[in-house]
């Protein structure tokens, strides 16, 4: 497990940079603004300045949020000794090029949103994807994309390709986290599957599936085991908000369950788990060295985007201001 | 009269009256308006005004910013602020369209510098990519097909470039290459073949994983392209230049741009103001705090500004939220910065300033003790409070160290430590080196004396809440307690102690307890009580880093001093000396000083004010003009 | 020269005091600086104050110099002529250093710990830095009342 002390020099530029994320004041008043303009003008008063400055149109914003993450991440990366912790949060994108990629050869077509968040290069991705042996990339990475490809070519179907490759991710991330032995990391991530375990189930019950489905969909890693979704997953949503109704996820699953059920959208129920998770994440807030300030920070920053996101949408596309506030995460800072 | 009491004021006018009545108390800086609102009313047009000033403030601030590298301006710190005259504030007013332009300009400037940077960095990347390609001597955009011959640039890994060589002698295609150079990972090569076999090639170029360089959008050969590029660097570099100078000329607008912020910085603060007031359509009522010693001046200002405004004070209630400002002996004054560091008082209670004071001063002496280096502070801070323009709590610290080397020169002449042992002069008293255990008794001795002001200044404030019997059962009875045992120590007193520590501790015993109801708890209560003495004995102990502290300047002083003399041997050795003499005892007050005063103020803030103070202030923050940059003048 | 075992333990003992607490302040100046140089490489302007909970832990190095400082005194080593010190004597030498070099040593680290979560106070509200540095100086303390003692013992020791 790493030691507080290697994540001084890191910590030290984070406090600073905590204090430079986005503060409810900010969010509201972006929310509140009249027009995108206005939206962008606040933004133009904050650390996303320049990101938003060098678009050429603002229906790219997803490149100035891109830019800004990938920002912090080199931040973070020159600053810690322990790449694993930064490894942690920038597997997703590695895997999620390695879908565009494989899907697109799949449909011939040439890879398009590939992110450049990720860790492998691209042109080495595009290398596997043309079926060269050599191509740099990790074997675990290149045993889930060859297993997703075969499976595809049996069953034809390209859902098999993001159930394939969710699976790897998750269990490289579990087996990422125990090799740095942290708890912080640990809980978080458990917390993380379990909170995305019972959203697949609960869809899952409305998009009628079957239990194989089901059975491949569910993540490995979390503290409830995937028998007990199995068990549950012909009884309706009601039992299984009463089952988890002691744990700790019990607030997040009564209300956003409940929501999910009445209005048949999950983005309540993403939102509270999302708010949930940062609460782990905060713990980073109070501790004045270590592994949790880099760590929290990271998924901090990664929540600040989603925020944005949904902000940015929602101005570009007019949506009024309560809608949008529904699905407003709440802040780090 | 520590605490300046406050009253509260109410102001009923006219609404047009209002911005004049604001101006006045601006300027008078002595009332901190209320919020009268229990939540914000949207007054549509001040909060519209706000957001256009907060804009304009913005916009402002960035010119200041970008000038400010280019401008020349003379240290504040030496020279004070720039004042500006009412009279040039209202030419600048005046010219505020022209003004605005230059902020344009100036933003202008920082977008075209902006997009240089951008395109210089990209002509950079390209120039990297291309110079492994010189040696290629073909214009790029003839690359491709010619005729039948295709004319390809490729880069194979290098450790492909064997087995491909190879493979093109037993396969005898038609197929040419030849070597260009190589890059980090690549061999790089030019492919010349008949069209006829492109998909021969194309199948050997995947076998070997070889790439074909494009070069798109580009045109010349490489060493053309490099020395576009490198031209445009210098371009670029040129460009920059000179929006540098354009920007340097425009340095004399610094000033003005500074004057219109503060300006209108000024007119936020009173927009803000505004929207505390409740009112109607032509009314308004404003609740605002004044010190008492400013009542009349402010009634005056009030109603010579508008006529028709009603002016009421009234004493403050209980649950009010009143600010706190602070009225001290000028000698104490440096010391609130202690207290300030901590919290300050609490509108209720008693500031502890002029009770802390003398104590920090003879305390930051006794640990610093050398009279040498007392001179030494006080010179130098003395310098900085006359030469620079030093304000606020920064001030208030130079003179704090500034009293702080009057007591260590004091203690340093008690103690006869000149530079440690290097000036030799009789000590006042005794060296704490030949008898520490006389100085240590003294600190012990003086802590004894600030507890039991602590310990007074409780029962006092027991008092003024009218609590007079536990100022008798807390305090007095653990002064009597307290006062026995420290008797014990005397030999000549013992026979006296020990019915006094008796009394007191009898007490203690049968009064402490008197929340329980229940007879036998009451006693045991009381009993564990006295228990409390191991705390009052820990305190006391803590002032031995008088000693320690003192003691460690002393020793330290002397190793610098027989480290320097152990050098001085010859010339050279005696230049040496003195560097290290004036640098190690330089060193020795600094390190000393910071030590006397964090451990002064810790004295304070655990042992003293753990006894009496509450603190949790909030200070008064009246509407003044309260500006950035420079100081805008009435006259 | 003879040399007893006496004046091997009473140099022992200075040698111990001035490295011990020399280490931990290594340690824990080293410790404030990496999370001071991280609050600077995003802020220079809070250098000064991020200094001053940098020198903190400084002082346990100091006091251990200095305790070492007061052995060689007493026992003559500066002078030129070692007193020829008895093993018990030596003993008694040691025994003094021990207080300021294992508190030094372990304070200044502790007393790092607490002067870093200082610098994430700078970071986030610089007016409070008095707080954080507060905290640390609480810490110091320990150092302070160990360094009394061992230089009391010392001055205590009278050699013939």
């Given at each position: 497990?790493?030691?507080?002390?290697?994540?001084?020099?890191?910590?030290?530029?984070?406090?600073?940079?905590?204090?430079?994320?986005?503060?409810?004041?900010?969010?509201?008043?972006?929310?509140?603004?009249?027009?995108?303009?206005?939206?962008?003008?606040?933004?133009?008063?904050?650390?996303?300045?320049?990101?938003?400055?060098?678009?050429?149109?603002?229906?790219?914003?997803?490149?100035?949020?891109?830019?800004?993450?990938?920002?912090?991440?080199?931040?973070?990366?020159?600053?810690?000794?322990?790449?694993?912790?930064?490894?942690?949060?920038?597997?997703?994108?590695?895997?999620?090029?390695?879908?565009?990629?494989?899907?697109?050869?799949?449909?011939?077509?040439?890879?398009?949103?590939?992110?450049?968040?990720?860790?492998?290069?691209?042109?080495?991705?595009?290398?596997?994807?043309?079926?060269?042996?050599?191509?740099?990339?990790?074997?675990?990475?290149?045993?889930?994309?060859?297993?997703?490809?075969?499976?595809?070519?049996?069953?034809?179907?390209?859902?098999?390709?993001?159930?394939?490759?969710?699976?790897?991710?998750?269990?490289?991330?579990?087996?990422?986290?125990?090799?740095?032995?942290?708890?912080?990391?640990?809980?978080?991530?458990?917390?993380?599957?379990?909170?995305?375990?019972?959203?697949?189930?609960?869809?899952?019950?409305?998009?009628?599936?079957?239990?194989?489905?089901?059975?491949?969909?569910?993540?490995?890693?979390?503290?409830?085991?995937?028998?007990?979704?199995?068990?549950?997953?012909?009884?309706?949503?009601?039992?299984?908000?009463?089952?988890?109704?002691?744990?700790?996820?019990?607030?997040?699953?009564?209300?956003?369950?409940?929501?999910?059920?009445?209005?048949?959208?999950?983005?309540?129920?993403?939102?509270?788990?999302?708010?949930?998770?940062?609460?782990?994440?905060?713990?980073?807030?109070?501790?004045?060295?270590?592994?949790?300030?880099?760590?929290?920070?990271?998924?901090?920053?990664?929540?600040?985007?989603?925020?944005?996101?949904?902000?940015?949408?929602?101005?570009?596309?007019?949506?009024?201001?309560?809608?949008?506030?529904?699905?407003?995460?709440?802040?780090?800072? | 009269?520590?605490?300046?009491?406050?009253?509260?004021?109410?102001?009923?006018?006219?609404?047009?009256?209002?911005?004049?009545?604001?101006?006045?108390?601006?300027?008078?800086?002595?009332?901190?308006?209320?919020?009268?609102?229990?939540?914000?009313?949207?007054?549509?047009?001040?909060?519209?005004?706000?957001?256009?000033?907060?804009?304009?403030?913005?916009?402002?601030?960035?010119?200041?910013?970008?000038?400010?590298?280019?401008?020349?301006?003379?240290?504040?710190?030496?020279?004070?602020?720039?004042?500006?005259?009412?009279?040039?504030?209202?030419?600048?007013?005046?010219?505020?369209?022209?003004?605005?332009?230059?902020?344009?300009?100036?933003?202008?400037?920082?977008?075209?510098?902006?997009?240089?940077?951008?395109?210089?960095?990209?002509?950079?990347?390209?120039?990297?990519?291309?110079?492994?390609?010189?040696?290629?001597?073909?214009?790029?955009?003839?690359?491709?097909?010619?005729?039948?011959?295709?004319?390809?640039?490729?880069?194979?890994?290098?450790?492909?470039?064997?087995?491909?060589?190879?493979?093109?002698?037993?396969?005898?295609?038609?197929?040419?290459?030849?070597?260009?150079?190589?890059?980090?990972?690549?061999?790089?090569?030019?492919?010349?073949?008949?069209?006829?076999?492109?998909?021969?090639?194309?199948?050997?170029?995947?076998?070997?994983?070889?790439?074909?360089?494009?070069?798109?959008?580009?045109?010349?050969?490489?060493?053309?392209?490099?020395?576009?590029?490198?031209?445009?660097?210098?371009?670029?570099?040129?460009?920059?230049?000179?929006?540098?100078?354009?920007?340097?000329?425009?340095?004399?607008?610094?000033?003005?741009?500074?004057?219109?912020?503060?300006?209108?910085?000024?007119?936020?603060?009173?927009?803000?103001?505004?929207?505390?007031?409740?009112?109607?359509?032509?009314?308004?009522?404003?609740?605002?705090?004044?010190?008492?010693?400013?009542?009349?001046?402010?009634?005056?200002?009030?109603?010579?500004?508008?006529?028709?405004?009603?002016?009421?004070?009234?004493?403050?209630?209980?649950?009010?939220?009143?600010?706190?400002?602070?009225?001290?002996?000028?000698?104490?004054?440096?010391?609130?910065?202690?207290?300030?560091?901590?919290?300050?008082?609490?509108?209720?209670?008693?500031?502890?300033?002029?009770?802390?004071?003398?104590?920090?001063?003879?305390?930051?002496?006794?640990?610093?003790?050398?009279?040498?280096?007392?001179?030494?502070?006080?010179?130098?801070?003395?310098?900085?409070?006359?030469?620079?323009?030093?304000?606020?709590?920064?001030?208030?610290?130079?003179?704090?160290?500034?009293?702080?080397?009057?007591?260590?020169?004091?203690?340093?002449?008690?103690?006869?430590?000149?530079?440690?042992?290097?000036?030799?002069?009789?000590?006042?008293?005794?060296?704490?080196?030949?008898?520490?255990?006389?100085?240590?008794?003294?600190?012990?001795?003086?802590?004894?004396?600030?507890?039991?002001?602590?310990?007074?200044?409780?029962?006092?404030?027991?008092?003024?809440?009218?609590?007079?019997?536990?100022?008798?059962?807390?305090?007095?009875?653990?002064?009597?307690?307290?006062?026995?045992?420290?008797?014990?120590?005397?030999?000549?007193?013992?026979?006296?102690?020990?019915?006094?520590?008796?009394?007191?501790?009898?007490?203690?015993?049968?009064?402490?307890?008197?929340?329980?109801?229940?007879?036998?708890?009451?006693?045991?209560?009381?009993?564990?009580?006295?228990?409390?003495?191991?705390?009052?004995?820990?305190?006391?102990?803590?002032?031995?880093?008088?000693?320690?502290?003192?003691?460690?300047?002393?020793?330290?002083?002397?190793?610098?001093?027989?480290?320097?003399?152990?050098?001085?041997?010859?010339?050279?050795?005696?230049?040496?000396?003195?560097?290290?003499?004036?640098?190690?005892?330089?060193?020795?007050?600094?390190?000393?000083?910071?030590?006397?005063?964090?451990?002064?103020?810790?004295?304070?803030?655990?042992?003293?004010?753990?006894?009496?103070?509450?603190?949790?202030?909030?200070?008064?923050?009246?509407?003044?003009?309260?500006?950035?940059?420079?100081?805008?003048?009435?006259? | 020269?003879?040399?007893?075992?006496g004046q091997v333990l009473a140099l022992l003992g200075a040698a111990m005091a001035?490295?011990?607490?020399?280490?931990?302040?290594?340690?824990?100046?080293?410790?404030?600086?990496?999370?001071?140089?991280?609050?600077?490489?995003?802020?220079?302007?809070?250098?000064?104050?991020?200094?001053?909970?940098?020198?903190?832990?400084?002082?346990?190095?100091?006091?251990?110099?200095?305790?070492?400082?007061?052995?060689?005194?007493?026992?003559?080593?500066?002078?030129?002529?070692?007193?020829?010190?008895?093993?018990?004597?030596?003993?008694?030498?040691?025994?003094?250093?021990?207080?300021?070099?294992?508190?030094?040593?372990?304070?200044?680290?502790?007393?790092?710990?607490?002067?870093a979560a200082g610098v994430g106070i700078v970071a986030k509200k610089p007016e409070?830095?008095?707080?954080?540095?507060?905290?640390?100086?609480?810490?110091?303390?320990?150092?302070?009342?160990?360094?009394?003692?061992?230089?009391?013992?010392?001055?205590?020791?009278?050699?013939?």
């Amino acid at each position: 497990m790493p030691k507080d002390e290697e994540f001084l020099f890191a910590s030290g530029r984070i406090k600073v940079l905590e204090s430079r994320l986005l503060s409810r004041n900010v969010i509201e008043r972006i929310l509140e603004a009249e027009d995108l303009d206005a939206a962008l003008r606040v933004l133009g008063e904050t650390d996303y300045a320049t990101d938003f400055e060098e678009l050429e149109s603002i229906y790219d914003f997803e490149k100035a949020l891109e830019r800004s993450m990938k920002r912090t991440l080199r931040i973070i990366k020159e600053s810690v000794k322990d790449h694993r912790v930064v490894r942690f949060f920038t597997l997703k994108y590695d895997y999620h090029n390695l879908k565009v990629v494989l899907k697109s050869r799949i449909l011939g077509i040439v890879p398009e949103y590939l992110s450049t968040l990720g860790e492998v290069p691209l042109e080495e991705l595009v290398k596997l994807s043309k079926g060269e042996g050599d191509a740099g990339v990790p074997a675990a990475m290149k045993a889930a994309f060859n297993e997703a490809a075969r499976l595809y070519e049996e069953t034809r179907d390209p859902q098999q390709v993001d159930l394939i490759l969710d699976r790897a991710l998750y269990e490289e991330l579990n087996r990422l986290v125990r090799e740095i032995g942290h708890e912080f990391l640990k809980d978080y991530l458990a917390a993380l599957i379990d909170l995305t375990n019972i959203k697949t189930v609960v869809r899952l019950k409305y998009m009628k599936a079957d239990f194989r489905t089901l059975e491949k969909s569910l993540l490995p890693g979390g503290t409830i085991d995937a028998g007990f979704f199995e068990d549950i997953f012909q009884e309706p949503v009601q039992a299984l908000i009463d089952a988890l109704s002691s744990s700790r996820y019990s607030e997040v699953i009564k209300e956003g369950l409940e929501n999910w059920v009445s209005t048949g959208s999950p983005a309540v129920y993403e939102k509270l788990a999302d708010d949930f998770l940062l609460g782990i994440l905060r713990k980073g807030l109070y501790k004045p060295f270590g592994l949790e300030p880099v760590a929290g920070y990271i998924g901090a920053k990664e929540n600040e985007l989603k925020i944005l996101r949904v902000l940015m949408v929602g101005k570009i596309n007019g949506i009024s201001e309560d809608m949008i506030r529904e699905r407003l995460r709440d802040v780090y800072v | 009269m520590a605490i300046v009491k406050m009253k509260k004021m109410y102001v009923f006018g006219l609404k047009k009256d209002r911005d004049r009545i604001l101006d006045t108390l601006q300027k008078l800086g002595a009332a901190e308006i209320a919020d009268l609102k229990e939540e914000d009313i949207d007054d549509g047009e001040v909060t519209r005004e706000l957001s256009e000033l907060e804009s304009k403030l913005g916009r402002l601030k960035m010119a200041i910013d970008f000038l400010k590298p280019y401008g020349k301006e003379q240290n504040p710190l030496v020279y004070g602020r720039p004042k500006i005259s009412v009279k040039r504030l209202q030419e600048l007013l005046s010219r505020e369209d022209e003004i605005s332009e230059v902020v344009n300009i100036i933003s202008g400037f920082d977008q075209r510098i902006y997009r240089l940077k951008a395109e210089e960095s990209r002509i950079k990347n390209q120039i990297e990519l291309l110079k492994p390609w010189l040696r290629l001597d073909i214009p790029v955009e003839n690359l491709g097909r010619a005729g039948k011959v295709e004319l390809r640039a490729v880069a194979v890994p290098k450790k492909n470039y064997k087995p491909l060589v190879d493979k093109l002698q037993e396969k005898e295609l038609p197929l040419e290459i030849i070597p260009i150079g190589e890059s980090q990972d690549d061999n790089l090569l030019l492919a010349i073949y008949h069209h006829s076999a492109i998909s021969d090639v194309q199948e050997l170029f995947k076998e070997f994983s070889v790439t074909t360089e494009e070069f798109s959008g580009l045109k010349g050969t490489p060493t053309q392209i490099i020395a576009q590029f490198q031209e445009r660097l210098g371009a670029i570099e040129t460009e920059r230049q000179k929006i540098q100078v354009e920007i340097s000329k425009l340095r004399d607008h610094l000033l003005d741009l500074e004057a219109l912020y503060d300006y209108w910085f000024l007119e936020k603060q009173k927009k803000e103001n505004l929207l505390k007031m409740a009112g109607t359509e032509k009314v308004f009522l404003m609740k605002a705090w004044v010190p008492e010693p400013s009542v009349e001046a402010v009634k005056e200002a009030v109603t010579s500004a508008a006529g028709a405004s009603h002016v009421v004070f009234e004493e403050p209630s209980e649950e009010d939220d009143i600010p706190v400002v602070l009225s001290n002996p000028r000698i104490v004054q440096p010391f609130e910065i202690v207290t300030e560091l901590y919290s300050l008082p609490n509108p209720r209670e008693i500031d502890p300033n002029i009770f802390m004071a003398p104590f920090f001063f003879v305390f930051f002496g006794m640990m610093v003790s050398d009279a040498a280096y007392g001179l030494v502070l006080s010179l130098l801070s003395g310098l900085a409070l006359w030469k620079l323009k030093i304000k606020g709590a920064g001030r208030k610290l130079v003179e704090l160290l500034f009293l702080g080397g009057v007591s260590t020169f004091i203690w340093g002449m008690i103690f006869g430590s000149w530079f440690g042992d290097l000036i030799k002069i009789k000590p006042l008293w005794l060296n704490p080196m030949d008898n520490p255990m006389a100085v240590l008794y003294l600190s012990f001795a003086m802590g004894l004396v600030q507890i039991y002001v602590g310990i007074i200044l409780s029962a006092c404030k027991n008092i003024k809440s009218g609590n007079i019997a536990d100022a008798v059962m807390d305090q007095v009875l653990w002064l009597v307690f307290l006062t026995g045992l420290v008797m014990m120590i005397f030999p000549g007193l013992a026979g006296v102690a020990k019915y006094v520590a008796l009394s007191g501790a009898v007490g203690l015993v049968l009064t402490q307890g008197r929340s329980q109801k229940n007879i036998v708890k009451r006693l045991i209560s009381g009993v564990l009580s006295l228990y409390n003495v191991a705390a009052y004995f820990s305190d006391v102990l803590s002032y031995s880093r008088l000693l320690a502290l003192g003691l460690a300047t002393g020793v330290i002083a002397t190793v610098i001093n027989t480290m320097a003399r152990l050098i001085g041997v010859n010339i050279l050795g005696y230049i040496v000396m003195t560097i290290v003499m004036v640098g190690g005892h330089f060193f020795n007050i600094a390190v000393n000083a910071l030590g006397a005063f964090v451990h002064g103020s810790r004295l304070q803030y655990i042992e003293f004010f753990g006894k009496f103070y509450e603190g949790g202030g909030r200070p008064f923050d009246p509407l003044r003009m309260e500006t950035k940059y420079v100081d805008l003048e009435d006259a | 020269m003879e040399v007893t075992l006496g004046q091997v333990l009473a140099l022992l003992g200075a040698a111990m005091a001035v490295f011990l607490p020399g280490v931990g302040s290594a340690k824990g100046v080293g410790m404030v600086g990496e999370a001071a140089a991280g609050v600077v490489a995003e802020d220079p302007n809070k250098f000064s104050q991020t200094l001053i909970l940098q020198a903190l832990p400084g002082t346990q190095g100091i006091y251990g110099l200095l305790t070492g400082f007061v052995v060689m005194q007493k026992i003559g080593l500066l002078g030129g002529n070692l007193l020829p010190l008895t093993t018990y004597e030596g003993f008694l030498v040691f025994a003094a250093c021990l207080p300021i070099s294992v508190v030094g040593l372990l304070s200044a680290i502790a007393q790092a710990r607490a002067a870093a979560a200082g610098v994430g106070i700078v970071a986030k509200k610089p007016e409070e830095v008095a707080k954080g540095i507060t905290y640390a100086a609480m810490v110091e303390t320990y150092a302070v009342l160990s360094l009394l003692a061992s230089i009391l013992m010392l001055f205590g020791l009278r050699f013939s």
